[in-house]
């Protein structure tokens, strides 16, 4: 039984596409983390959600719009796909800041 | 930035020998963690430190912590091939609500 599932697990989509990755977690953690992790294995936090509730959004284009429907759920939403979206996105999951449960990522290509 | 730095970058060693990882950051934490990423996999948390600690075992971990030097160390010993892997150390800021994550430290056990 995954702790943290995200689908799809890859996803290759053209240009100005919108597109979607799902993220749920089974742990009853209370708060859902996206991350991006670029060419270069660098992770930054995107946004992150405490009981349904935005606590952080790190700048992230508004191309990019997460949804909680309730705090098992954090979907992301990104609009107008650019080229520079390559990467692969973590959903994570955690109790407070202490130990993070990661799904296993979404390959995001876009051509 | 308040992005941990990790050192080395990559580290390549015979199966058996024991493997350090450094990790250094800026500012004060309440605690440090330490993850693994297996190739095409999400993150796994390994350990966590707290800032009023020095040092912590798991199995075949051992992780210091100093806090005046605001750097911490990861060694594996008696490594083994499966534990090829990036390894990242991440760290919860002082009132930040998140992990920062540093670039990772790529380690290879060679048979």
């Known amino acids: 039984d995954t702790a943290v599932s995200q689908t799809p697990k890859y996803l290759v989509t053209q240009m100005g596409n919108d597109k979607s990755i799902k993220c749920e977690q089974n742990?009853?953690?209370?708060?859902m983390y996206w991350y991006k992790q670029d060419s270069k294995k660098f992770l930054k936090i995107m946004f992150s959600y405490n009981n349904k509730e935005l606590i952080i959004n790190e700048t992230v284009p508004n191309r990019f719009s997460p949804k909680s429907p309730d705090k098992a759920h954090l979907n992301l939403h990104i609009n107008s796909l650019e080229l520079g979206d390559s990467a692969v996105y973590f959903c994570?999951?955690?109790?407070?800041?202490?130990?993070?449960?990661f799904g296993s990522g979404t390959r995001l290509t876009v051509v | 930035s308040q992005q941990g730095e990790e050192d080395p970058q990559a580290l390549s060693i015979q199966e058996g020998e024991n493997a350090t990882m450094n990790c250094s950051y800026k500012?004060?934490?309440?605690?440090l963690q330490w993850y693994r990423q297996n190739s095409g996999r999400g993150l796994v948390h390994l350990i966590l430190?707290?800032?009023?600690?020095r040092e912590k075992h798991s199995g075949r971990l051992r992780v210091t912590l100093d806090t005046s030097k605001k750097s911490s160390s990861l060694l594996i010993t008696a490594s083994r091939a499966a534990d090829t892997a990036s390894y990242f150390c991440?760290?919860?800021?002082?009132?930040?609500?998140?992990?920062?994550f540093g670039q990772g430290t790529r380690l290879t056990i060679n048979p």
């Open positions: 991440a760290t919860d800021f002082q009132g930040a609500q998140k992990l920062v």
């Open positions: 994570a999951s955690s109790q407070g800041t202490v130990g993070y449960t």
């Open positions: 500012t004060s934490i309440n605690n």
């Open positions: 742990l009853g953690h209370d708060t």
């Open positions: 430190i707290r800032s009023n600690e």
